[in-house]
């Protein structure tokens, strides 16, 4: 978990007041300001909004270096799907459309490395490109 994110979570645990937004433009431009203007969090709307993959990555280089937190609403509860999302670096989603215990967790196990679940592991922006890893050295795949 990054320390933005930290932050917001412990904001939100003290009951703060958190100030976010909801992006359903796909346009680097509309995300460079909104993460210029303050947002504690914003939500990309990756479901009802028309963002592909090649869109969506690119928009998290606007979250590089600023304090507000990427989320995003996924298309639908797809493993790959929420693997990819997570490996460009959303620190938080939401799943639309979850109507069973089932469902609900095959979203859980889509977003947690084995033992816990099934995401794999891919060295890509959310880790700074494996400098960063959520999996301890002994975990993590041999680079040769």
Known sequence: MSERSRALKARLHASAIT???????????????????????????????????????????????????????????DHVRIKHILDFGAEGIILPQIGSLAEASAAVAACKYPPQGIRGFGPRRASDWRRNSPISARQRPDPA
């Open 19 to 77: 100030l976010g937004g909801w992006l359903s433009l796909p346009d680097l431009s509309v995300v460079e300001i909104a993460t210029g203007a303050g947002f504690d969090w914003l939500m990309i709307d990756a479901e009802q909004a028309a963002f592909d993959l090649g869109t969506l990555y690119r928009m998290f280089v606007a979250f590089r270096d600023s304090a507000t937190v990427p989320r995003v609403r996924v298309p639908w509860n």
